[in-house]
């Protein structure tokens, strides 16, 4: 039996297929990205991924291109990992309170939120993809809201959309200074604090118990 394709620097090797050259090419930009602090030339990205600098133009047609793939790429990791932690039978608050505890500790653990949230941020790049997703993101936020308020564990005087442009900036906001901060929160601490700040703007209520009928009735 053939043993699997090596790897190297985290980079496949040995898969010359289209697709495997085009992941070795957005693997390697994102290593170079992240060694470059927030920048690369694409003569060290083909290198590394051993593709030629003709073939990484013809994939992505420029170093803005190539980066807007790494800025993609990126949040569709982060997303892909908070959805997956949803488990719709939880109650409201237990279920969001976990998917805060992932997405914080996805963006502590991936080295390239630093990145992403930091010098990237303001770039012309992220601020085309970030329109969109920000949109996006807030749409969902007040959708879940809403149905905590259905749910009986938000009050009603909240507005959903604008609880949920609160949160979504507010956490967005709270890891960037977190991560730029001497003195770092850890993903726990930073958790805890940001979800005291949802429960207080979201008037957030504790579920309602069940009755409990008496023995004597």
Known sequence: MKRPPRRRDG???????????????????MQELIAGDGDF??????RRA?????????YFG???????????????RHEAVVDHCVDKSLPWSIREKIRLKVSIDFLYADPATRLMVGKLKSSAEAVAIDTGRR???????????????RRGYISKKIDPTV???????????AVAQALSSPKRPNADQLT????TFITGGLLLAPPSRPKVRSSAA
């Open 50 to 58: 051993d593709v030629s600098v003709g073939l990484a133009y013809h």
């Open 163 to 173: 609880a949920g442009a609160a949160i979504i900036g507010g956490i967005n906001q």
């Open 41 to 46: 030339e694409i003569a060290d990205v083909a």
């Open 135 to 149: 949109a996006r993101s807030i749409e969902l936020a007040a959708r879940n809201v809403a149905e905590g308020q």
């Open 192 to 195: 805890e604090r940001l979800w």
């Open 11 to 29: 980079i496949p090797i040995r898969d010359r297929s289209e697709n495997g050259a085009r992941a070795r090419i957005v693997a390697a930009a």
């Open 62 to 76: 420029s170093k803005a291109g190539l980066i807007a793939v790494l800025i993609t790429d990126f949040h569709d």
